[in-house]
């Protein structure tokens, strides 16, 4: 890859003293894992929209569709001063080619979802986004957003991980320069990536590579990129990704011993059924791969992601 995976972060959860009570929110995995291997911007919308630390805690109020950011004990109004600091933050973060944003669980700045939103009632409706985390993603709706906690489901992580990962190969692509045989070759190599997330997105995605010429170059970019991640957005099922490592497995088929081809079809089957990890039948797939040189399988991300992504990936 030659850009960073740069990723958007809470500052709390780097360690940083910045919570209301003047505490942070230290989470060891994105510190001391994740950490090593994508660059941080950290963002603390609170105080970088002028409060103080320690100051007074928060919490939304009001229309669930357009809440306040009020202070609990004083009713203090802090919307429209969090408002006119998110739009200016916002566009400074346009250039940095972000490939994901972490942000903090239930906070009225920074939650992804289910932030309780209060009522006249005082009862609140856990249906919001915090006031930042909710422009955050109005603005740029493509970049993956997940929140610390959900990042401890293994299933959840994973799938964050290859959508940051493959939106900066995609990136990458972009910075060699827009050209129709580029986007050919980056949707050839993530053929069995696509396949593993489901194949209705992978078809319309072909559809639009195959009509490259009918679009200009900005548009043809512009709408692979919105189908890209709205595909990787789906769970990479195990039915899926048995599938997917099936179609693999047609490239080896004639250069395979029929002892080598009931193992690889037994692993694949094996994770179809739940009963061994994705990492064993790819792992096969990859070396049977590499030991007859087939080029095409070689090339694909989804059985040769990037050594981080991987390790992160399997990292339990
Ligand atoms: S949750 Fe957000 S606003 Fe609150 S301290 Fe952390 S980064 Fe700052």
Redesign the pocket.
């Known amino acids: 890859m030659s850009g960073p995976v740069r990723i958007l972060v809470?500052?709390?959860?780097l360690g940083e003293k910045?919570?209301?009570d003047g505490g942070h929110?230290r989470d060891p995995f994105l510190v001391d894992t994740l950490g090593q291997f994508v660059e941080y911007v950290p963002?603390?919308?609170?105080?970088e929209c002028g409060l103080p630390t320690p100051r007074e805690a928060m919490h939304l109020v009001g229309n669930p569709a357009d809440p306040h950011l009020v202070a609990i004990k004083t009713d203090a109004d802090c919307t429209g001063r969090m408002k006119r600091w998110a739009h200016g933050k916002l566009s400074e973060l346009e250039g940095l080619e972000l490939c994901g944003y972490i942000?903090?669980k239930g906070?009225p700045?920074?939650g992804m979802e289910r932030v309780p939103v209060y009522g006249g009632s005082g009862i609140p409706s856990r249906v919001g986004a915090?006031m930042f985390t909710k422009a955050f993603m109005e603005r740029f709706p493509l970049i993956p957003v997940e929140e610390e906690g959900r990042l401890r489901n293994p299933d959840l992580r994973e799938r964050f991980v290859v959508r940051m990962f493959t939106l900066r190969r995609f990136r990458d692509a972009i910075r060699r320069g827009r050209a129709r045989g580029t986007l050919v070759e980056f949707h050839t190599s993530h053929k069995l990536l696509l396949l593993a997330h489901g194949r209705p997105l992978y078809a319309e995605m072909g559809k639009l590579v195959a009509r490259a010429k009918e679009l200009p170059l900005e548009e043809l970019y512009r709408r692979y990129q919105r189908l890209l991640l709205e595909a990787l957005r789906r769970r990479a099922t195990p039915a899926r990704c048995a599938d997917a490592l099936l179609h693999a497995m047609g490239y080896l088929r004639p250069l395979l011993s029929p002892d080598e081809k009931r193992e690889l079809l037994e692993a694949i089957e094996q994770h179809r059924n739940r009963l061994t990890p994705l990492v064993v039948p790819v792992t096969l797939t990859r070396h049977y791969a590499r030991k007859f040189d087939v080029v095409y399988l070689n090339r694909q991300a989804f059985l040769n992601p990037h050594p981080v992504e991987r390790m992160l990936q399997n990292h339990v």
Do not use: A, D, F, T
């Not at 809470?10 to 959860?13: H, K, R, V």
């Not at 963002?43 to 105080?47: L, Y």
């Open positions: 809470s500052s709390c959860l910045v919570r209301y929110k963002v603390c919308p609170e105080v942000c903090k906070s700045s920074s915090g």
